[in-house]
């Protein structure tokens, strides 16, 4: 039975984020650099690993660069990951409480980071995400509490001494704030009311790993590129199963100023349902899924008179990933009626990949 009757939904929003000192009428943001220009103006620039000036996202033989504001930001790629230098800042007095900054590369404290000096001395340092192979090169915010050196003249380092695997650093907007402009975890806690939780997905935004909890259970753990502010699309969490229940929605680093989970919202229908397959580049003989990713067919059977196809399937995104068991039936292998997930992975990370199915007619198999 596939009917749903419709029940109100109730709400709870729990972020856990920093928040700005509140003992003082927050002031303005002083911008230390964008990198918005072709050179890199005043800054002062050693070495051959950060260019002649600010990068326009990624470089040549590098992944996909994200996250950045504007159209440029500092990318020491050039000319690969054994390239090293340095790039240093004018001289400047620390006025605001947060020092807050954009960050994305490689992991390699002391040899590829950002650094704040003061009398020659490191006082604060970050590094990028990555010390393994795969990552991602999309960029972060992060934020060092500077109240204790208020008033003391400062100056920022960007280096890269690190040849080899993410052997450098992504950084852009590096601002003067009263308030903390961090990621970091968040919660939402929702009661489930109506079948289908929709989520909104950016393309090309750093993919994040989210969990739903129920009852103290992981019932379905994923990564998605969660959009913070205007989605690309929408996916959807079929909660049929737990009508009633409350549902804990985790996601495990969320910049401050981000809309992903609030946004979050609840229907009986997949919106826009009656027009998915009249989009621009739907395919129109072969089957796709409503949203995500759809590959290699897997069980395919006939039964009862309908022939059933289970496929490879990221619910979450449009790109490979996440794999779950796809299902949709036909009478007619050309008419085709998408039915729930088939198999979800048991635990995040043991995905259903390829595999085969058959019709049991006489239970040999004694299930």
């Not at 605001?96 to 650094?115: T, V």
């Not at 989210?210 to 969660?226: H, K, S, W």
């Amino acid at each position: 039975m596939r009917c749903i009757r419709p029940v109100n939904v109730a709400v709870t929003i729990l972020l856990v984020l920093g928040s700005g000192d509140l003992a003082f009428a927050q002031r303005d943001d002083l911008l230390i650099a964008d990198f918005e220009a072709e050179t890199y103006g005043e800054w002062t620039v050693t070495g051959d690993a950060f260019g002649p000036g600010p990068a326009r996202g990624m470089l040549p033989g590098q992944m996909d660069v994200s996250g950045y504001e504007g159209e440029r930001l500092v990318n020491s790629f050039a000319g690969g990951d054994d390239t090293t230098g340095a790039l240093t800042s004018p001289e400047f007095t620390i006025e605001r409480n947060h020092l807050n900054f954009l960050i994305g590369g490689g992991h390699h404290p002391g040899e590829a980071c950002i650094n704040l000096l003061i009398d020659g001395e490191v006082v604060r340092t970050a590094t990028g995400g990555n010390d393994q192979p795969g990552g991602t090169e999309a960029l972060d915010w992060a934020s060092w509490d500077v109240s204790e050196l208020t008033g003391q003249s400062a100056v920022i380092e960007i280096i890269d001494n690190r040849q080899g695997g993410w052997g450098h650093i992504n950084i852009d907007q590096i601002t003067q704030s009263d308030t903390p402009q961090s990621a970091g975890p968040a919660e939402r806690e929702i009661f489930i009311g109506h079948r289908y939780l929709h989520i909104p997905v950016k393309n090309g935004e750093r993919q994040v790993r989210m969990r739903v909890n129920i009852a103290g259970d992981v019932v379905d753990e994923f990564t998605i590129e969660l959009a913070h502010g205007e989605p690309d699309f929408w996916v959807f969490l079929d909660m049929e199963p737990y009508f009633g229940e409350q549902a804990k929605i985790w996601v495990e680093r969320l910049p401050s100023e981000s809309t992903g989970l609030s946004s979050l919202t609840f229907s009986d229908e997949v919106p826009g349902a009656d027009e998915l397959y009249d989009e621009h580049y739907r395919p129109q003989v072969h089957f796709t899924s409503r949203r995500g990713w759809n590959n290699d067919p897997n069980g395919m059977v006939y039964f009862a008179g309908e022939w059933h196809l289970y496929y490879q399937h990221n619910p979450y995104g449009w790109g490979w990933g996440n794999m779950h068991w796809g299902h949709a039936v036909s009478s007619d292998l050309v008419h085709w009626e998408e039915l729930p997930i088939a198999i979800y992975p048991r635990e995040f990370g043991d995905w259903a990949f390829s595999g085969g199915a058959i019709v049991d007619w006489t239970n040999a198999a004694e299930f």
